[in-house]
């Protein structure tokens, strides 16, 4: 068990900010993205956040810490629970799926889509427990269809 | 100063769903007049962005069966190389009718197979063969 130090406390208070950026780009998206000022703060946010993310990983992946690198904790946190393969699966199959008109569901696929991420996330994790560990790239597979069929952009 | 794992952990947790959620508003809003609009038509029809993030899933979700298929100097060699090919030539298809309903999905699926393949993630619990 690691001992928290003063910089997993500091990360813990810097995590807050991120929620109240997230709820306000959700709120002012439409209005930000239809002047070019805002749509670069937008761009301009996703390029820092992309960078520190970067920039945050280089001393992670050089110093003597085993298995800190973001790279590391997402396989290894993979292994462990299903949100984040499932959910990198939808985005990716929301984004680049194949050709338009497959969400024959319509606005109905979404809720589809919050009822089959209970069941995976629930189900991954009973099998975990019980039988034994569903591999992660089955679980980002899953994601990417249940994306691509229930939640496609466009 | 060292970055535990439970404080990277913690900043990913924190900055990687927002980064995910101004990806998705930046792609994803075709609004009338939106900014974004042409970018959307990039992002669908080339390869540009859907290269990196399927070699990105392959890197960190690929399978271990596959890891050692390519002898360690070679596959970044490859993976360099095919990234920029694959990338540029996609570019070719920009403005080509129905490009758009395949081509961002293949460069998704094989950039997945080559994320597995040629760039693994060195498991640390796995490091010393158990």
Redesign the interface.
Known sequence: MERPTRWHRVSILVAFLPVAAAAAVGVFADFLLQSSGGAALLAGLACVLVVALIVLDVPAAIDAVEGNTFSELLRQGGRQMAVIPWTLGIFAGRWFHPFDGLDVLGADGKVVLLAVTFVVVVGTHLCRQYIRPVPSWLIVVGGLISGALLWPVG | ???????????????????????????????P????NDF?EL??ATAV??WP??LL?G?????RSLTRLVPSPLRYIILIGGSLAVMGLSLLFLGTPGAS??V??A??CTG?VAG?VLWP?????RRDGQ
């Open positions: 100063m060292a970055m535990t794992r439970a404080t990277m952990t913690t900043i990913g947790l924190a900055l990687g769903p927002l980064l995910l959620l101004l990806l998705d508003v930046i792609v994803t809003q075709t609004i007049g939106g900014v974004f959307f992002l669908r962005a859907a993030v399927g899933i890197h960190w979700y690929g399978p309903d395949i961002s999905t460069a998704l997945a597995a993630v060195q498991d640390p619990s």
